[in-house]
């Protein structure tokens, strides 16, 4: 009764969206509950991967010892020339070898590499 003596049409009232009440959205709520079940979730396959790669670093640690430095030492030479032939094929592929210099350390001497200087086509001379 007391609204319809305030508004006697019986229409709904426009309200400005500033003074309107802010709605309770218990939605919000579960979509934090569902963010913070999955967080905790990521951080436990965290710890567990951690101590997983742990358990896997002290097994390389074991077999590295087992091995011993000679072997170590005659692979990692191994690896350091084979990536050195490649580095060299790689920079021909680029298509300016008059750029590269490379100075490398190989079979314990030192030895610098200058490739040939480019071949540039003749210029015709200008007659005037």
């Known amino acids: 009764i007391?609204?319809?003596k305030?508004?006697?049409k019986g229409d709904e009232q426009r309200v400005r969206a500033t003074l309107n009440k802010p709605s309770k959205n218990s939605n919000s709520k579960s979509e934090y509950s569902l963010h913070r079940e999955k967080m905790k979730a990521t951080l436990e396959e965290n710890h567990r991967l951690r101590r997983h790669l742990e358990q896997k670093a002290s097994e390389l640690e074991n077999l590295i010892e087992q091995l011993g430095d000679d072997v170590i030492k005659d692979?990692?030479?191994l690896h350091t020339a084979l990536l050195h032939k490649k580095k060299?094929?790689?920079k021909y592929v680029d298509g300016s070898p008059g750029k590269v210099s490379?100075?490398?350390k190989f079979n314990g001497g030192q030895k610098t590499y200058y490739p040939p200087p480019p071949s540039y086509p003749a210029v015709p001379a200008i007659n005037v």
């Open 88 to 90: 060299l094929a790689l």
């Open 75 to 77: 692979e990692v030479d």
């Open 2 to 4: 007391y609204q319809l």
């Open 102 to 104: 490379v100075k490398c």
């Open 6 to 8: 305030l508004n006697p």
